[in-house]
């Protein structure tokens, strides 16, 4: 798993090319070209959330290695297969300014972390995520871009029932 991007692969979660009411958002993926993190965005609670659907590990594992959700600060948490897992959440469509979506947050796994978020519409086919602790001035900034589809798909175990939470924290 790349410690780098999981964080910013939230970012694939949001469309800006039609920025209106979450509940008419369609599911899309979207990817992190450097991290090769995938996620399908969808409409969640009337805002936008995004799960994690395909990524790239960066080590070599045996087979049947399941990443798990282990830096959560939920200890009860920790055995969660990444798979599935919701990494974005509540991010409404600004009143402020078109193309930009705002008031979410992000979960990293890598650290066990959420953070605040805000996601601006570059094109039709990108977006960038600005994730931040207390103002997005203290932050970073991935770019995302848009997928036709998930080309592959994690799966989660069949032992290991588990439901994405609308907060991970």
């Known amino acids: 798993m790349r410690k780098s991007s ?8 949001i469309s800006f090319s039609e920025v209106g009411r979450a509940a008419e958002y369609q599911s899309q993926f979207w990817k992190n070209d450097e991290g090769g993190w995938v996620v399908e965005s969808r409409e969640c609670d009337h805002t936008l959330c995004a799960f994690l ?4 590990l960066t080590q070599q594992h045996d087979p049947g290695y399941v990443p798990r959700d282990a830096k959560n600060p939920d200890p ?5 297969p990444l798979c599935g897992l919701q990494l974005i959440g509540g991010f409404k469509a600004s009143a402020r300014k078109a193309g930009v979506w705002d ?3 992000i979960y990293d796994p890598d650290s066990g972390h959420t953070y605040s978020g805000t996601i601006t519409q570059v094109d039709a086919g990108t977006v960038k995520l600005r994730g931040y602790l207390g103002i997005p ?3 970073r900034t991935l770019i995302l871009h848009r997928q036709a589809d998930a ?9 290991n029932e588990h439901s994405p939470d609308r907060r991970n924290r």
Do not use: H, K, M, N
Request: proline share 9%; net charge positive.
């Open 6 to 13: 999981p964080i910013w692969l939230a970012a694939v979660v």
């Open 53 to 56: 659907v395909d990524y790239r």
């Open 76 to 80: 009860t948490r920790r055995e969660r």
């Open 103 to 105: 008031s979410g947050w």
């Open 137 to 139: 001035l203290f932050g």
């Open 151 to 159: 080309a592959r798909r994690c799966q989660v175990p069949p032992s």
